[in-house]
């Protein structure tokens, strides 16, 4: 199930994508510091990342960052492409994750990729200045996964994954998704 819930918030993620253009790719988006280019960047490298680590490769160099060239959406699409083909084939029981420098079990691994596709869709549409929709059990399924990413000085330290959490009392369940995760459900506010 949570391998089908991330390959939906990938594909929206990639619709979201697709909407990009040129002139966009300098906007400011909620990752505190990147433009969407620098987002793009980001998910690319991350989507062959975790490709690689459900075939149980162990390096960086599945991880590193690579240019988007003249089609940043094209490139991006074939990015998530390919990590869909991968969580959809046999993967490793432990996905080995060098950036964190731990392994995990499958299952939390995905639940790793599901979460920040969910939040990063949500940074792509509002970094264009448009809406995203994700249907109800998707937001059911991301929201314990949400509550699970660890608090605390993790999310303080340099190059932290989120922020610390956002006090939000109220809204739809993708805002508290993301205040849970550092970012302002009303950004830019």
Same mark, same amino acid.
């Given at each position: 199930m949570l391998i089908e819930m991330d390959a939906r918030a990938v594909r929206t993620g990639v619709a979201l994508v697709d909407q990009v253009r040129a002139a966009d790719l300098a906007r400011p988006t909620p990752c505190a510091g990147w433009t969407l280019r620098d987002l793009l960047t980001h998910m690319t490298a991350q989507h062959y990342g975790f490709a690689a680590a459900s075939r149980g490769e162990e390096g960086l160099d599945g991880w590193r960052l690579r240019?988007?060239?003249? &089609?940043? %959406?094209?490139?991006?699409?074939? $990015?998530?492409?390919?990590?869909? !083909?991968?969580? =959809?084939?046999?993967?490793?029981?432990?996905?080995p994750l060098p950036e964190l420098g731990v392994v995990v079990p499958a299952e939390r691994a995905i639940g790793f990729h599901f979460i920040d596709y969910v939040v990063h869709?949500?940074?792509?549409?509002?970094?264009?200045?448009?809406?995203?929709?994700?249907?109800?059990?998707?937001? &059911?399924? %991301?929201?314990p996964v949400a509550a $699970?990413?660890?608090?605390?000085? !993790?999310?303080? =330290?340099?190059?932290a994954a989120f922020a610390p959490e956002v006090a939000w009392p109220g809204g739809t369940r993708l805002d508290r998704i993301v205040a849970m995760l550092g970012r302002s459900p009303v950004w830019p506010d």
């Open positions: 240019d988007l060239g003249e &089609d940043p %959406a094209g490139a991006y699409r074939a $990015a998530a492409g390919h990590v869909l !083909a991968a969580f =959809a084939g046999d993967v490793v029981a432990e996905f869709a949500w940074d792509v549409a509002r970094a264009l200045g448009v809406a995203v929709e994700f249907e109800t059990d998707l937001l &059911d399924a %991301a929201l $699970a990413v660890p608090g605390g000085q !993790a999310r303080t =330290a340099p190059g």
